[in-house]
């Protein structure tokens, strides 16, 4: 049981690491950022950023901020878009 446990959380350690700009470009993630005050969505120029060498900022545990009312946002990370039959087989 302990072992089994153990080896689950080694699993999940072992996926991609997507906590920099550079790896979400890499692996077609998109990320985007979102102002509660502002109601504004805003995705990020990952490749821009990359040319700019901000490829290893890590996002992960900073809150973005708002370019309009320099307020807090939240990250939305968003996976590339997987074709339905990926989501499992469905008994017809
Ligand atoms: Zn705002």
Redesign the pocket.
């Known amino acids: 049981m302990q072992q089994h446990m153990r080896a689950a959380r080694q699993r999940r350690t072992s996926t991609l690491r997507s906590d920099t700009f550079r790896a979400l470009h890499e692996h077609e993630h998109k990320l985007a950022c979102y102002?509660p005050?502002?109601d504004?969505w805003q995705v990020l120029d990952l490749e821009r950023l990359i040319a700019d060498g901000r490829g290893e900022y890590c996002f992960v545990g900073r809150e973005p901020r708002?370019s309009?009312?320099?307020?807090p946002?939240v990250w939305q990370l968003r996976p590339p878009v997987m074709p339905p039959r990926s989501y499992g087989s469905v008994q017809s």
């Not at 309009?68 to 307020?71: D, I, Q, V």
């Open positions: 102002c005050t502002c504004r708002c309009y009312c320099r307020g946002g």
